[in-house]
């Protein structure tokens, strides 16, 4: 089949085009460009074809709404796989297949899956346009639906394939949603291949494969391989009054908030700052000549979670998907507007539900799915940084891991060198509160974030984590943080959202050498009179609470790690076990000062 495009003379993509079009067996190919018309055309034909739905004009803008199976509406981790010709490059936290067995059995699933069908090529940059940190990927898909959001979430089209030129370097994506059976349903990643094949889906997370499987599976191999990092972070620059912006980076599990807090106001006791979002999902990090970290967020949209957000949690958010926003799972109502639960507007007292079945409010079912989503360009965001598409990125001074804990993690603590932060993102968890089996309280582990999407052995990638730390002249510093620590009464300690401006005041002041702490076996917390509370509704029992460290909590969170480590096997880096020892003899001398 010849390649019909003007587009690139590029003889290592077009044959691997072609090769892709001999084994999926495509009515036609089209090469996306990236153009406002080529947009036009596709939303047409999606509309035509039943797969988007126009919103309302007048009150959205440019906005479509998708519905996709309800089989199909997450990311699906025991169908992912990291596919390395040894099982133990994968490590103990991934699925693994060999790679030759891997394409063995997704080759007859892909043979013919395009007969009848469209072949969208998707050349993209995850980076901005000329950035020494940017990757191209080219994915070639038969959904228009991944082509459109494609577009919205990376530098698509035509931009792209000027940055690959004559090169062979870009990742190779082939995806195709064949019928959404579950049953035929694989996500591999082939890192020594720089490829990705996702089949029988067509969720997000598991399709738009610049997201979670190139800037994070992939990346992060990439990143061990050239040293550098790829991290399921944030980005953020904090103005104060007098124009110093400083930036975070921050890294808290899938859907706890981190496109909130990327996007936060400050409160008005903070009047004259400003939070700038450079990114809410995904941080790729290089040393700079200066010796500084310096950060890029790979995506230009954001794929976020909708129920939940509103004008109160997320204001930022809320302007950002009023025009050009593609919906997904969420409630229609009748004036063809959106809705969720946790929007902040009264439910409509009937809707249309995310199966497209008629919903009533008071209804016990949820009118939007749990997952629901909207696909929105980062230009829409009224908070966004000047420099989110700056070719250099932005420098770090301070980089966060939160977790969920409603006990022992305090709200705030800084690492006493890198080693010890290092620590704190390989420790960092959420609890679960697993009521029907009385199993309140255990402990997932989430090590930065990033269990589901490390692309290699996490020992090696806490090794990798170390290892950063001599080529950093100027390393950020490292902070824990727990917005969620819950008091006796089981209700949150902390308000949270815009009042974490107050937390991140005092992590660029340490950052800055400028703000007292006080030295717990852990790490400095703020002491008395460090963390500005003015105007916070909050009693200050309630913050010492907050931010109180509990040895006796604290010992038996060091001792529960030892489990932990040893899943990890026998790559584990010494140096965090001995840090754990070292927490632990610290926690006995301050309780027998005799203990030595
Ligand atoms: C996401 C996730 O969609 O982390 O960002 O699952
Ligand atoms: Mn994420």
Known sequence: MTQPTSLTSNKTLLAWVDEMAKLTKPDRIVWCDGSEEERKRFTEEAVGAGILEPLNPETRPGCYFHRSNSND?????????????????????????????????????????????????????????????????????????????????????????????????????????????????????????????????????????????LALRIGSYLGKKEGWLAEHMLILGVESPEGETTYVAAAFPSACGKTNFSMMI????????????????????????????????????????????????????????????????????????????????????????????????????????????????????????KYWDDPKGVPISAIIFGGRRATTVPLVMQAFNWVNGVFFGATMGSETTAAATGAVGIVRRDPFAMLPFCGYNMSDYFGHWLAMQTKLANPPKLFMVNWFRKGKDGSFLWPGYGENMRVLKWVIDRSRLRVGGYETPMGWVPKAGDLDLSELAISSETVDEATSVNFTEWKQELESLDAFFDQMGPRMPKVLRLQRDLMLARIELMADPTVT
């Open 73 to 213: 509406v997450a990311r699906v981790e025991h169908l992912t796989f990291i596919c390395t010709p040894e099982k133990e490059e994968a490590g103990p936290t991934n699925n693994w297949m060999a790679p030759a067995d891997a394409y063995a059995k997704l080759t007859p699933l892909f043979d013919g899956s395009m007969t009848g069908r469209t072949m969208y090529v998707v050349p993209y940059i995850m980076g901005p346009a000329g950035s020494p940190m940017s990757k191209v990927g080219v994915e070639v898909t038969d959904s228009v639906y991944v082509a459109l959001n494609m577009r919205i979430m990376t530098r698509m089209g035509k931009i792209a394939l000027d940055q690959l030129g004559d090169s062979n370097d870009f990742n190779r994506g082939l995806h195709s949603t064949l019928d959404c059976n579950p049953e035929r349903r694989f996500i591999c990643h082939f890192p020594q291949d720089n490829t990705i094949w996702s089949v029988g889906s067509g969720y997000g997370g598991n399709v738009l494969l610049g997201k979670k499987c």
């Open 266 to 385: 400050p409160p008005k006791r903070f009047k004259g700052w400003k939070v700038w979002t450079v990114g809410d999902d995904i941080a790729w990090m290089r040393v700079g000549e200066d010796g500084r970290l310096w950060a890029i967020n790979p995506e230009a949209g954001y794929f976020g979670v909708a129920p939940g957000t509103s004008m109160e949690s997320n204001a930022n958010a809320m302007l950002s998907i009023r025009s050009n926003t593609i919906f997904t799972n969420v409630a229609l109502t009748s004036d063809k507007d959106v809705w969720w639960e946790g929007m902040g507007t009264p439910a409509p007292e009937e809707a249309t539900d995310w199966q497209g079945r008629p919903w009533k409010k008071g209804s016990t079912e949820k009118a939007a799915h749990p997952n629901s989503r909207f696909t929105a360009p980062a230009q829409n965001n009224p908070a966004l940084s």
